[in-house]
């Protein structure tokens, strides 16, 4: 039996906040294409330009276009792209966020290959993205094969938007549980752990309002916030500003191998993810599944997929968005009592086992991504 030709069409090479495309890029059992450069692909393989070199820049510009030229090179572009699907025998798109599917849906209608189209966050949220992208999300559903969405706040978005029930599939991702495990909050000194990018919908600021509290009622406690953003900068100065540039440690991106040390070396896990003034939205944040796996509670928001992830007062303990004091005292209730830190990380641990194992989470990807490629095949 033949292994499945699947290509995979992202907008960046690679990100250290995208981990869970590089999990389906890595972990499908499929013969993988990669195209990448933008919501319409420009580049293919080992960095080769996907188009030829007039016509692939023209398209990277094409908002810059005069209005006249758009379409022929809309049209130039999309009849590109379905001749190197064809030409690689492509059986299945999967086009990861909702603009790369709206930008590639027609070129995979003309080369016959079905489109799976998954949903990760702004795309289902961000003013300025639906503005652009929203109109086209209609031809975009009719098309696609298939829908995924990561939460259940976001298959509810979606639906909203016209995405149709019959194809529109709840699926949230997955954590490596060989790799996050292991830690042993009840054991571990104050020490809390953030993970994410620097940008408005995780409000670090907030995080840091709620840790300034937390460390004037416990001088012992610690904070390390993983990551890189436009905020970061911003950050660093506020916490200089708060009088907590010794206490609060700001290693930038590391490797999940590190992230994974420093999940089981902490007491908790704190994430002050809200919807941004510009709509922006999580979908379910990944690093959240990921210290469940590992072992700690996690101390978040009533926001998006973390609802689904984190068990008010069994896994976790969760705030309204924006309430800096309300996370504050959340952290200081792990802080002054490690054995309650340790059950819910136990429980933490065990609930990822079972419902955010990252290789069952592929494999039922999978299971909609060959259904969505079989239906094409019989078409």
């Known amino acids: 039996m033949t292994t499945p030709r699947l290509c995979v069409i992202r907008p960046n090479r690679e990100s250290f906040s995208e981990s869970f ?103 289902a949220y961000e003013r300025d993205i639906l503005a652009t992208y929203g109109p086209h999300y209609p031809a975009l559903f009719a098309r696609a094969a298939a829908i995924i969405a990561v939460s259940r706040e976001m298959e509810s978005r979606l639906l909203a938007l016209g995405a149709p029930r019959d194809r529109l599939h709840y699926l949230p991702y997955g954590a490596d549980v060989n790799l996050f495990q292991g830690a042993n909050p009840a054991a571990a000194p104050p020490h809390f752990l953030a993970v994410g990018r620097f940008v408005d919908k995780k409000a670090p600021q907030l995080t840091l309002l709620a840790f300034q509290q937390v460390h004037a009622a416990m001088p012992e406690a610690r904070l390390t916030m993983v990551g890189d953003g436009a905020l970061r900068e911003s950050c660093l100065r506020l916490a200089k500003a708060m009088g907590l540039a010794d206490v609060v440690s700001f290693p930038g991106p590391l ?54 992830v984190v068990v008010e007062g069994a896994t976790g303990l969760l705030v309204d968005q924006g309430d800096a004091a309300g996370m504050a005292e959340a952290m200081l209730t792990l802080a002054r009592d490690p054995a309650l830190a340790g059950r819910m990380g136990a429980a933490a641990a065990d609930r990822a086992r079972v419902h955010f194992d990252q290789r069952t989470q592929l494999n039922r990807l999978w299971a909609i991504l060959d259904a969505a490629r079989i239906a094409g095949v019989r078409r």
Do not use: K
Request: with cysteine; charged share 20%; aromatic share 6%.
């Open 255 to 308: 490797p999940h191998a590190e992230v994974a040390a420093l999940m089981a070396r902490s007491r908790a896990f704190v994430q002050h993810s809200l919807v941004a003034l510009s709509g922006d939205s999580e979908g379910t944040p990944v690093a959240i599944i990921e210290a469940g796996a590992a072992g700690l509670p996690v101390v978040a928001t009533r926001h998006a997929g973390i609802i689904d």
């Open 21 to 123: 495309i590089e999990a389906h890029v890595r972990g499908l059992p499929a013969d993988i294409r990669v195209l990448y450069g933008g919501w319409f692909p420009r580049w293919r393989d080992h960095h080769r330009l996907l188009l030829p070199p007039p016509l692939g820049v023209a398209r990277a510009r094409l908002t810059t276009m005069p209005r006249p030229l758009r379409e022929p090179l809309r049209l130039a572009s999309d009849l590109g792209l379905a001749a190197f699907l064809r030409a690689v025998r492509c059986e299945l798109v999967l086009a990861e966020y909702g603009p790369t599917g709206a930008e590639v849906a027609r070129a995979c209608a003309w080369a016959n290959v079905p489109l799976a189209v998954h949903f990760h966050g702004a795309d």
